[in-house]
Structure formats: C-alpha cells, structure tokens
C-alpha cells in the first residue's frame, strides 16, 4: 500500500521559508510524477509545483521564482522549498503522485501552511 506522508508546514511571517517533504512508502513504479497541491479556505484545491521521474519541474505562475520543487528518488521524498512567503500562500498542502505504469493516484493528508501578514 503506497501511503504518502508530508512534513514541514507551520506558521511564518510574510517573507519567510519554508520546506515541505513528502516521504513516500509501498512500492510504486519509476515512472512517477509527484506534486504539490494547495487549498485555501473557500476554493478549489489547485496545483502548485509537479516534477516529474525525470527532474522536469512544472510551476503555477504565482509561485514562480519563489517556490523550487525537487525530488530525490533514492530515497522516495520530493520536496517543496518556498521562500518570500506572501499571506495568499496561506492553504492546507497536500503531496500527489501519479504512477503512470499503474494509473494509480495517491494524496498525502497535507500540512498546513500559514503566513501572516
């Protein structure tokens, strides 16, 4: 059973960083492409930042230049650093990959983020 597993959110001042992890377990195949999704308050939940198995990231425009999605496949983790925090990045962050080889999909239970103004 893939189970995913994120870490990192927490409360910061606008300007500040932070970085999100996402350990995942259960056996999956190497064609993968894991993600960062958000969810504020009141709206749809969006995509933030993909990456796929081969490194190539994907970014929301207003996170770009701000937020640096990576991966490390060794050890089964993607990552989401974020810097310049603004109030409006305010959500609950959730982790997803998608195993091409299986069409199988699978979400973190996410992490809060909060930035105050």
């Known amino acids: 059973q893939v189970q995913l597993v994120e870490s990192g959110g927490g409360l910061v001042q606008a300007g500040g960083s932070l970085r999100l992890s996402c350990a995942v377990s259960g056996r999956t195949s190497s064609i993968t492409a894991m993600g960062w999704y958000r969810q504020a308050p009141g709206k749809q939940r969006e995509s933030v930042a993909i990456i796929s198995s081969g490194g190539n990231p994907n970014y929301v425009n207003s996170v770009k230049g701000r937020f640096t999605i990576s991966r490390d496949n060794a050890k089964n983790t993607v990552y989401l650093q974020m810097v310049s925090l603004k109030p409006e990045d305010t959500a609950v962050y959730y982790c997803?990959?998608?195993?091409?080889?299986?069409?199988?999909?699978?979400w973190g239970q996410g992490t809060q983020v909060t930035v105050s103004s």
């Open positions: 997803n990959l998608y195993d091409f080889t299986y069409s199988r999909e699978y």
